[in-house]
């Protein structure tokens, strides 16, 4: 078994709607391991939550209005453990248990700062503390441990400063080298991993000259300036012809092996997620409603799926079906909004297989993740027991 | 480049015009006064002489006290640019850590306080504040640091020039002002996609949205502000018996020598304009290196 | 520690409509609470000081009592000529109040005048009405002022009245924002092919609907400014003049005593003007981020 590089376990995030004062759920239950090497894809339509447990998992949700629970395991590297033992510690008057052999939790002694009274239903928070002592942890982990590739391709990068001093900076948050030279010959060198082949050139440029694509390769290269251990790719392919996707996921697929580093790649196109990831997170309404390696997923070994995922695989046209002239699969319905509490499964309007006996249950009940082979979880009442 | 001059060449006749706008107002003002002075006189051709003898800067004797316009107003205004520029860099050098301060989320509850200290401090009348300044200075130095050339010659030089500029800095009322613009600025461009992506690197977020955050905000008001604070030099002056253009414009209303207080327009309305455009043409290029 | 309750049955309100105190930070609410305060004290000072009631005679002279010390019967002591000085700071808002009002009205109608006529008419009148207002935007207030005064030698009207005119070019410039913001918003376009009168659209819509808020925070940063002048010019001696009382000239009379220790004569006066101009700044600063308007004074 390779070693694990992250985990995340029962992460839970919710807001807190100040007008009609209710919390919202945006993700609940959503447990994630990557291991070294490994390339983890989490799928989902729009607005089930994949942003949101990328950004809980970077550290950038705010503290204020939500609720983050849960825990995140995570493995810095050797040079960074010292410093982020401090920072747990620091602070800290209790003592947790925040290791699980080499990994640390960054969650750690966060929940000091909420507090649940039962009835009337309150939570009782100190958001700046929160956000300070996540501040703290994550300050430690971010950019040279985990990095994230943004969605907004064209507002991620800073308008106001050029292409070439942004990559420098990058590139200083690693390496404190002084000489100017160097850090600059350095970002060349990275611009030419992302195949930008004129990268004098486009190191003088600011972002808004650049196309869709070229700022996404740009950031990449930032992103891959650090040296992460673990990527995050959050929809590293919107607003790109085919092509050009294809190529981007080459790119991050190359520098992953080259760089030693874990991906996670956030889609709503598994599609384009199955070409490289080993193993396949899908996400429904904030949680997680199966996972499982790559085969499972996209073939349906056995017969085992959830009728999400299968409504998912099936809605990407396969080359026969196109020579066929077959219509688009659509999945019928929208995804439920958070603000309704649901009691049973999420999916229960729009599921097909929800008839007869079992339908009660998927109303009344949510549904566990079922373990069907061993890595293979499905959380559907169908698969039960 | 020659974007840039075209612009600066548009704003510039713009602001030409303006003054001339300006003065052809104070001319109808020269006509209301009785008396005979330089710019009195009929019609245009009365504002044309009077246009030239401002733009060539031979203002003639002042009709009250006798005395040559030219030699008393310039030294009043190089004072009255040292005091403005002073007390503004004052307020920022105040203002701009509190409202940097006051963008961060995580310190909310103590960002409060300094942002309500701040309201307080720059709504202090700002007469008031300078004699509890004169007080307290007076109080535990014995020394009284109104500005003249014989104290400054006697020990206290520093105290007499620095004091009336940290009163205005302080009492203008324009510190609550840049806090609240630069920390509503800062704080939205804080959650802007790429200071959020510059910060999951790892950068400092700061570095990230000093350019549209601070510099932009900042250069803004600040040099809006300036007309202001020529107003509000005028009491500080006359508290601190500062040379300026604020405190001879004051003995100018008191003697009725509108000349005097014509010029001192003049120079204020010439001064305001030259840093509009400043401030526009830092704020184009600003816009033309982001594009 | 925050606390965020938990509403289990939430009627469905449609939409995304959310009260405005429910949408204020604590923050906001303090500095308008504090911000109505301060408008309330001075209403009821001003109401007072019509009626003439309830108060010692602000102009009442009494050698016997100088300089004594704030107690009971002189709530905030006496001066130097034994006159009340609570009553004379309850009468010092007379010097201010209706002036402020002209002020605000002024800048107010003409500032939405200009400010739609250059906003809704950019081809004909932008140009030469912003002319206009720069050139009053470019000599500096109180250089204006003190013109004003040698040439016409006015009371605080009228100063009042010219400091209103010096303020157009700010209310102007932002009624020109905002109508070129509805201008480019296609419900305009829409109420014009629905057979809305311009009348119409530029009362209803441009100022009742969508520059109130905008005029409101003026008018209130507005009289704070007014307070600051009216207070400089009288301590300067060139607003309103003694015996009649205001704020300004009592701390001028006070200050020549400040340094033999009887602070109170200038010290409550400058405290009262402080707690009124910050009261209506935090007012419209506060209405400001409630509104999410951008206006600065």
Known sequence: ?385 | MSRFLKVFSRELANALLLVIGVTAILYLSFNLMPGTFIGKGGGVEGYLNLLKRLFSFRFGVSPVSGRDIKSLVLPAFRNTLLLTFGSLFVSVLIAVPIGIFSAYRRFKSYSWALSIFSYIISSIPVFFLGYLVLYVVARYTGFLPVFSVSASARGMPFLSFVLPIVVLGLGNDSISEIVRLVGGELERVMSLDYVIAAKARGENMLQASVHEGIVIPLISIVFSKIPFIIGGAVVVEHVFNWPGMGRLAFQATLDRDLPVLIIIAFLSVLFVRTTTLLKDMILYSYRTSES | MKRFYFEKETTDRGGFYVPLYRRASPVDAVSIGYGLFVVAYLVVFFIISLTNSFIKDPMQVDIGQMFMSPSFEHLFGTDFLGRDIFSRIVKGTEAFFLPGLLCIAISTLFGLGFGILAGYYPRYCAGAVFYVLNIVDSIPRFIFILIIIILFNPSIYVIMIFVGITSIPKTASYIKAKVELLKKNRFMEASRALGLSQATIIFKHIIWIYSKTVLIIQATLRMGESVLIETSLSYLGIGVQEPAPSWGNMVAMGKDFFFQGKMWLSTVPAVIILMTIMGLYLLGDGLNSLYNEKVSR
């Open chain 1, 1 to 385: 078994m390779s070693r694990q590089i992250a985990a995340l376990e029962h992460l839970k995030v919710y807001f807190y709607d100040q007008g009609d004062r209710r919390f919202i759920r945006a993700v609940e239950d959503v447990g994630l391991t990557v291991e070294q090497k490994q390339v983890v894809g989490l799928v989902g339509e729009s607005g089930c939550g994949k942003t949101i447990t990328a950004l809980s998992m970077m550290g950038l949700i705010d503290g204020e209005p939500g609720v983050v629970g849960g825990r995140f395991f995570f493995r810095p590297k050797e040079e960074d453990r010292r410093a982020l033992i401090f920072a747990i510690m620091r602070g800290n008057r209790k003592k947790y248990d925040c290791r699980k052999g080499e990994l640390f939790d960054l969650f750690c002694g966060l929940d000091d700062c909420v507090r649940f009274d039962a009835d009337p239903f309150t939570v009782i928070k100190d958001p700046e503390k929160w956000l300070r002592k996540n501040g703290r942890i994550m300050e430690q982990m971010r950019g040279r441990n985990i990095s994230m590739v943004f969605q907004n391709t064209r507002e991620a990068l800073n308008p106001f400063v050029t292409v070439g001093s942004q990559l420098v900076r990058a590139v200083q948050c690693l390496e404190n080298d002084k000489n100017r030279a160097a850090l600059a010959a350095r970002a060349e060198e990275l611009l030419l991993s992302v195949r930008i082949f004129n990268p004098g050139y486009v190191m003088n440029m600011y972002p808004d000259a650049l196309s869709i694509g070229m700022s996404q390769r740009v950031l990449i290269a930032i992103a891959l300036a650090s040296r992460p251990g673990l990527l995050i790719a959050d929809e590293p392919t919107t607003g790109l012809d085919t092509t050009n996707k294809h190529r981007i996921i080459d790119l991050l697929g190359e520098n992953m092996e080259r760089g030693n580093m874990s991906l996670v790649i956030i889609s709503h196109n598994i599609g384009i997620v199955r070409t490289i990831a080993d193993r396949i997170y899908v996400m429904y309404a904030g949680l997680i409603v199966e996972h499982g390696n790559k085969k499972e997923i996209v073939t349906g070994r056995k017969n085992a799926r959830h009728p999400y995922t299968e409504a998912l695989v099936s809605s990407v046209p396969t080359d026969a079906d196109i020579k066929r002239g077959k219509k688009l699969k659509v999945i019928e319905g929208v995804v439920p909004d958070n603000k309704m509490e649901t009691e049973g499964c999420p999916f229960l309007p729009r599921c097909r297989y929800a008839k007869g006996g079992i339908r009660r249950k998927c109303r009344t009940r949510r549904p566990e993740l079922f373990e069907v082979t061993s890595g293979h979880r499905i959380r559907c009442w169908l698969f039960a027991g």
